[in-house]
């Protein structure tokens, strides 16, 4: 009873051991069994070859490396159960050549493998015939394929699904859903060629009351002509959420009379409070700072209506260092002897804790509150991106059902051109460019620190996170490639690649989370101290086998299990009081049917 | 009561430690048994209860302009300061504080007034639940070759041992005692668990007295006696649980450890579980951690680091996976010293009282979060032990040694709490427990040492107090809902075909009686009560269904539970945030960190910690 139904709602957990994956890694696609490796449609084999894999668990492995324009796929020859490893190239950041023809030592000689999504692989090859040259350039090509001329995977990939993801997020229902536009915020398409701003989306929700004119007035004073813009609306005290990049203040402190009375209109446009709240999202010093390059704060002498917050979180290359020594910590092998201090050494919680502190504030500001809010960095589209995003998570139910949480991504990250080509680099070979960092992984990572303090609220489980973050990497989906709505539709993404949402949407199930109750209009508060803040080991320690002992969370297991199990007690009564009552029936003409008593029942409730 | 300088004072203000809401004005009582705090407010008039035998310091600071503050640290991690507003009447308080929290006797202690109103037959019954032989017979002792042996009938070979104790067959009562002799406080090695399986087990005694060379003849016949008794395995592995270098030092006070080139076959094994003192110490700095009011990301992590708490935590998990592991390799061990078990109770020297019982609990609950599937209990029933550990509201866990408590008659005279878990048990069951489990079947998978990085920190244990920190919501709840859901199902769906045999035979008997009918048409409407609710929510909003029923609902006795002044609303406030979290839920996360006036402040986020200090 309770064990055969199990296995059905086994797929919730993560695809842990090696061999599973190989048969789990169908999802969607289709790879013919009698293959040798997994492929997708429009996957093509390039080459292959006898490697030794450097395991850094269970020492060297001898094996099978294959190489296609999708994946670096390795299967072991000797171990039983095969040591396989299935690793998308555009996970890859940088490749070496380790060792030289002449170097001494067992598999000295080969290739090391830097990912970005927290390990490193290492092929001892031999020595002899120059033998890693032709995979080191294959590897090299299709790993970087941006910088060698070619597409991406993600071009290629011919994938059928039963949903299409490039549906879910249409701007125009997304903003009717939350009331827009009324008689005090309109919907402008003065951006539609993207010539107000490359880096917007082309619809925007401005105030009724500014004019198109007064926004070209205003994109001249924010940096990257950024200008504030409606994010989302309070659905009972017409709050807002705006989002926009630095004004352009610089070292003179100068002033613009359109910027100050633009966020005059967005104060007065909810009319319920004398103050608008403007978060910088940056640290004190660093707004100071960014006025000798032009940029800066609004000044309290010039926006006397409103009032300025700064929230401590530091700029991408703090963020990126914070995860390079996180990695350093926990792979291969996990610090054991000052685990604590190693982590705390890392500051990546505390900077995870910024972010959520400074979101709660936000959505606090706006629920509680009642003023507007006006949240800005230097460009406003990294820390801005979180804080908005997370505020909304906070505050709208729906964006924590599976299709809102795709939405959200989809609006405040993809459309509002967080560049998500330079953070991530795809297809890029210059693994130390200083734009690459972490952003929409710390984001997601706060997603993840909220799902834990409130395991009910969130209709998606840690796979879908985790599922993200893979295909953030992997070029397969067109969804997280270049840097702002403007190049994607040059590059006519919707229509040659594929979405993420697809792959998720029609396998829903497998990214519900079985805890999740419907409610609605609830703001959620994540506690953002110390003590709540977990490392998010599924995460970044999941390739130590250690962690995937684990697998499957026997929670969630059994939580399937009891309502299964409830479910066929349901059945069973329903069936026993049919047979129940045609037993009275049949012993007195007077008796209720069964389905008429079960229509009172429910319109009790 | 005589120790009592002052029974009342009034306008003392009780401070909330975490969060910067306004003190609560109140009168505060000293009774023979608790400090009680009482609310002015007229509505509310909160009452928060502390037990005396709780109170594990008081500290008067210093005067300021408001009045002389008292804080009073408690055994189960409960800090709660005062303000008195006359220096005088403080000080009054603080010396009948010292007195009534060092009760001299064991008479003055909780247990000997508490009276749960139970019969003389309940008491024993309650007594009887848990019966030392039984267990020896669950593991299948007495056997061929392990006895019970009456040596120490009388406390005659050790005081301290109980007067039924197993020991091999082959072990004569002369090489007993003659064991121990040659053992610190006459501790002989004596069983402790059984492998039926294997014939493997597990033994206990203290340090034998060897100096740097002395030896003892019957000592040595007692280890291979204890070897003999498992005919599969040729040596027994002796652990002793100290460090080596505290072992060392302790060959200049004439104990020490087993020469090995003395015993035949055993091969010894030190595991550095640091002494009582050095415990005591990390368990004071891991406190001083949680009392941060709001601790940084490095204060956090590097005080809890530094504590060394979890690293002792660690090293006691690693030697009972090591000595595990050792059973399952058929194998024997014979512990070189026992765990003290030192609570503090009654007056004494501080240096012998150390947190070695909340570290074994401890150590329970990080087995738990490892393997959530394998225990029959839950989270709560080990902070009600813990709680009751030092409540003295029972008699389990006074005095030192089965002589004492027999002496003391304590079960004559006080109550056990096992009785009392006992009758709350549903309470403390584990929704994922199942018998059926392979977590569960047998032994627990040592041989995944766990990392460090499981090891956590219990916030539902050390700032159990402050509520607004923990999480909002429980996984665990929602399991229970389900799980008590689905067995009521189960017991209608047994009544419905009981009536069903029933109806069958009145059928047949031609014979229907009208008021049955009406009868079955209730059951079936209550059965759809149930059925519709599809999630655990929507249960909760139904809460006579939901199981939010607490361990001491219509226990009125139970108050010496002490309660704290947000959770009057919960019938046992000790239960951390969880029983009354479930229905709690919406209004808690609903409110606003910042408070924005009209908002109920306890539980809100700003309290909580430093997560919106920013605003406004």
């Known amino acids: 009873m309770a064990s055969s139904s199990a296995p059905k709602y086994n797929s919730h957990s993560l695809e842990s051991s090696s061999i599973k994956r190989v048969s789990t890694l169908k999802d969607g696609a289709n790879w013919e069994k009698s293959e040798e490796i997994p492929r997708l449609p429009g996957e ?176 001249a004073f924010r940096s990257r002509n950024r200008i504030p813009v409606l994010s989302w609306i309070h659905p009972e005290n017409q709050a807002v959420i705006m989002r926009c990049s630095q004004p352009l203040v610089g070292m003179s402190g100068k002033r613009n009379k359109d910027d100050e009375r633009y966020l005059d209109i967005i104060r007065e446009a909810n009319g319920q409070i004398s103050k608008l709240t403007i978060y910088d999202a940056r640290p004190n010093v660093n707004a100071v700072a960014n006025k000798a390059t032009g940029g800066g704060y609004e000044s309290e002498d010039a926006y006397p209506n409103a009032e300025l917050f700064f929230l401590d979180i530091h ?206 209009n609830r703001a959620l508060y994540p506690v953002a101290s110390m003590r709540h803040l977990e490392l998010w080991v599924n995460y970044y320690i999941r390739w130590n086998p250690r962690i995937r002992q684990q697998q499957p969370n026997p929670v969630e297991q059994r939580y399937m299990e009891l309502l299964a199990l409830r479910d066929d007690y349901m059945r069973r009564l329903e069936e026993l009081q049919i047979t129940n009552n045609s037993k009275i029936s049949n012993s007195s003409a007077s008796s209720t049917s069964p389905s008429q008593m079960m229509s009172q029942v429910q319109t009790h409730f | 009561m005589e120790h009592i300088r002052m029974p009342k004072v009034e306008n003392v203000r009780l401070l909330d430690r975490l969060s910067s809401r306004k003190a609560a004005v109140g009168t505060l009582y000293l009774t023979a048994t608790h400090v009680i705090f009482v609310e002015n407010g007229s509505e509310t008039r909160k009452e928060t209860w502390v037990l005396h035998s709780q109170i594990s310091s008081i500290e008067k600071q210093a005067t300021t302009a408001t009045g002389c503050p008292l804080l009073i640290r408690c055994k189960n991690f409960q800090v709660i300061q005062l303000v008195i507003p006359q220096e005088r009447d ?142 599969g395995s040729d040596f027994i592995y002796v652990v002793d649980t100290r460090p080596k270098l505290n072992a ?191 977590q569960t079947r047998g032994t627990l998978h040592p041989q995944m040492a766990p990392c460090n990085f499981l090891y956590k920190f219990w916030s539902g244990m050390y700032n159990r107090f402050e509520k607004g920190l923990h999480p909002r919501q429980s996984v665990t709840d929602y399991l229970m809902a389900v799980k008590e859901e689905t067995q009521q199902l189960e017991e209608e769906l047994a009544v419905l075909g009981e009536r069903l045999a029933n109806l069958q035979k009145l059928q047949l008997n031609g014979n229907t009686v009208s008021k049955q009918q009406d009868r079955s048409k209730e059951l079936v409407l209550s059965a759809f009560n149930n059925s519709l609710a599809n999630t655990p929510q929507e249960y909760s909003n139904d809460l006579k269904s939901f199981p939010s029923r607490s361990p001491s609902q219509g226990d009125e006795e139970d108050s010496a539970l002490i309660l704290t002044q947000d959770n009057l609303k919960s019938s046992d406030p000790d239960l951390s945030a969880n029983s009354d979290q479930e229905s709690g839920v919406e209004d808690l996360s609903c409110r606003s960190p910042s408070g924005g006036g009209c908002l109920p402040s306890e539980d809100s986020g700003k309290d909580s910690d430093e997560a919106v200090c920013l605003a406004v």
């Open chain 2, 248 to 438: 060392m030092a302790n060959r200049a006070a004439g104990k020490g450890y087993e020469n090995e080139d003395n015993y035949s076959n055993i091969k010894f094994q030190f595991i550095g579980i640091e002494n009582i003192h050095v415990m005591r110490n990390s368990l004071q700095k891991m406190l001083e951690v949680c009392e941060m009011k709001a601790p940084s990301m490095s204060d956090f992590l590097w005080g809890l680091e530094n504590s060394g708490w979890l690293k002792h935590i660690k090293a006691i998990m690693d030697a009972g996976i090591f000595i595990a592991k050792v059973l399952i390799e058929k194998d024997w061990v014979s512990f070189g010293h026992k765990f003290n078990h030192r609570y503090g109770n009654l007056d004494g020297d501080p240096k012998e009282i150390s947190p070695v019982i909340d570290q074994f609990i401890e150590c329970v609950w990080q087995l738990m979060e490892q393997f959530p599937c394998a225990f029959e209990f839950n989270e709560r029933f080990l902070i009600h032990i813990q709680h009751h550990i030092y409540s003295c509201q029972f008699g389990n866990f006074l005095c030192n040694s089965q002589k004492e408590r027999r002496e003391l008659k304590i079960q004559e005279r006080t109550y056990s709490l096992w009785a009392h878990l006992w009758k709350n048990r549903a309470d403390y069951l584990n929704p994922l427990y199942r018998p059926d489990h392979s």
């Open chain 2, 90 to 231: 403080c000080h009054d308080v603080y010396i009948s504080l010292i007195r009534l929290a060092r009760p001299v006797k064991y008479e003055e202690l909780y247990c000997f007034s508490f009276n749960p109103k139970l019969d003389k037959e309940e008491r024993e019954k309650g007594w009887k639940l848990v019966d030392l032989n039984e267990e020896y017979n669950r593991m299948g002792i007495p056997n061929n070759y392990w006895q019970i042996s009456d040596v120490n009938r009388d406390y005659g070979v050790c005081d301290s041992y109980p007067t039924e104790v197993y020991v091999p067959k082959s072990a004569t009562a002369h090489i007993i005692v003659g064991s121990s002799k040659f053992r610190s406080r006459r501790r002989f090695p004596a069983l402790s668990y059984y492998c039926k399986d294997n014939n493997a087990s597990i033994c206990r005694s203290s340090q034998p007295l060897s100096g740097f060379s002395a030896r003892c003849l019957e000592d040595e016949q007692m280890l291979q006696a204890i070897r003999k008794a498992n005919p």
């Open chain 1, 44 to 219: 093509t084999r390039v080459t292959d070859k006898d490697v030794i894999y450097m395991c850094p668990f269970n020492g060297p492995v001898k094996g099978r490396v294959y190489i296609t324009n999708y994946r670096l796929y390795l299967r072991s020859v000797e171990n039983d159960p095969a040591v396989v490893l299935d690793v998308p190239l555009g996970v890859i950041s940088r490749i070496e050549k380790m060792g030289g023809a002449s170097s001494r030592g067992e598999n000295s000689y080969g290739l090391d493998i830097t990912c970005k999504d927290m390990r490193n692989l290492r092929f001892a090859l031999k020595q002899e015939g120059h033998s890693r040259r032709d995979i080191f350039e294959v590897l090299t090509k299709h790993a970087f394929p941006q910088s060698h001329n070619l597409l991406f995977f993600a071009f290629a990939n011919e994938e059928k699904f039963s949903e299409n993801g490039w549906m879910v997020y249409n701007p125009m229902s997304e903003y009717r859903r939350q009331g827009l536009p009324n008689e005090r915020w309109r919907v402008t398409f003065i951006n539609e060629h993207y010539g107000l701003c490359d880096t917007y989306p082309s619809l925007l929700v401005v105030p009724y009351n500014a004019t198109d004119d007064d926004l070209k007035k205003v994109a």
């Open chain 1, 315 to 520: 700029n991408i290359h703090v963020m990126r260092e914070s995860l390079k020594k996180l990695k350093d910590i926990v792979y291969p092998n996990v610090e054991e002897s000052h685990w604590l201090s190693s982590l705390e050494s890392t500051h990546w919680l505390e900077h995870i804790k910024l972010v959520l502190t400074g979101a709660i504030q936000v959505a606090d500001k706006v629920s509680s509150g009642r003023s507007s809010v006006l949240v800005h960095c230097s460009d406003g589209w990294d820390r801005t991106a979180q804080l908005t995003s997370l505020a909304m998570l906070m505050l709208d139910s729906y964006y924590r059902t599976i299709e809102g949480f795709e939405v959200l991504v989809q609006k405040e990250w993809i459309s509002f051109g967080h560049k998500f080509a330079s953070r991530i680099g795809h297809g890029d070979k210059n693994h130390a460019d200083a734009d690459r960092s972490p952003i929409f992984l710390q984001f997601i990572d706060c997603v993840w620190q909220m799902s834990k303090q409130f395991p009910t609220a969130f209709e998606f489980n840690e796979q879908l996170l985790i599922t993200i973050l893979d295909h953030l990497y992997s070029c397969r989906f067109g969804t997280f490639l270049y840097n702002s709505e403007s190049v994607r539709e040059k590059e006519k993404v919707t229509e040659k690649t594929l979405s993420l949402w697809s792959l998720i949407n029609s396998e829903k199930s497998k990214y519900t989370n079985p805890f999740y109750s419907k409610e609605l």
